[in-house]
């Protein structure tokens, strides 16, 4: 098997994250302001994208949901690609959504998520996670390959169950607003991260979609805290930042017959 498989792209703020590849897949999670122009910033092209997944009805995770669908179809001129959201994203609930149009509704495989839920693409089953947030159907997404996980919690208070959604991460990705134990209602401080990221023991651990005064204040130090308490490395997201994936998987093997 000769997947390639091999960077996130991660952006401070707004434009989400790009899995590029996995199991030649190339995906956009939560495109916010600025997804499409930065993708393009970054070397990326959004049309050769094959996913766009959306995870609540929040401007700052669906803005350019849009644009990357009319990007990954061709202009809305082939049936290419699949979107996978949250039901606020996709139907609406109560007052939260719709946030894509029908008219983008309809060249993509669409896929309703709601948290335990889950869709094969391929070889990859993303399943939907629990999050306490305010859409009350906002969920994260868990990508599991037959030997590697990557989990991203989205926007969610820390609650004790939040761990066993995301067990088995090798790479965990979060939504970290707040420095150090400053509480914020919907979201998780850095301390409540690194309670996570003990819990769940990820071989790396990515503060994401920092919020200001974690931004202005010291990302690092607060990620390198938490690599000192938990020794787990952590990093926190800065705009362009690209990992490779396969530096957390295991090594393939290789069988020859004769
Ligand atoms: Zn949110
Ligand atoms: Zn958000």
Redesign the pocket.
């Known amino acids: 098997m000769a997947d390639a498989f091999a960077t996130i792209t991660q952006k401070r703020m707004t434009g989400g994250f790009r899995i590029d590849d996995i199991d030649g897949q190339k995906i956009h999670v939560d495109p916010?302001p600025g997804a499409l122009v930065r993708t393009y910033q970054f070397g990326l092209n959004p049309l050769k994208l094959s996913g766009v997944m959306v995870s609540?009805s929040?401007t700052?995770?669906y803005s350019d949901a849009e644009v990357l669908i009319e990007a990954m179809t061709g202009g809305m001129t082939r049936n290419k690609g699949f979107l996978i959201g949250s039901r606020s994203v996709v139907e609406g609930y109560k007052s939260w959504g719709p946030c894509i149009s029908k008219y983008h509704l309809k060249k993509p495989q669409v896929t309703v998520l709601e948290a335990g839920g889950y869709k094969k693409i391929g070889k990859i089953k993303i399943t939907a996670t629990r999050t306490v947030h305010g859409d009350p159907k906002a969920v994260g997404f868990k990508f599991q390959l037959s030997d590697f996980t990557l989990s991203y919690t989205?926007?969610t208070a820390y609650f004790e169950e939040l761990q066993n959604e995301h067990k088995g991460a090798d790479v965990l990705l979060a939504?970290v607003i707040r420095p150090g134990d400053e509480k914020i209602r919907g979201h998780m401080s850095a301390n409540e991260f690194g309670k996570l990221v003990g819990e769940v023991s990820p071989k790396l651990a990515i503060m994401t979609?920092l919020g200001m005064k974690l931004i202005t204040g010291n990302p690092d130090q607060e990620a390198e805290n938490i690599t000192k308490k938990t020794g787990i490395k952590t990093i926190a997201a800065s705009d362009g930042l690209t990992i490779n994936l396969d530096d957390f998987r295991p090594k393939q093997q290789t069988l020859d017959e004769f």
């Open positions: 916010g609540h929040h700052d995770h989205s926007d939504s979609h």
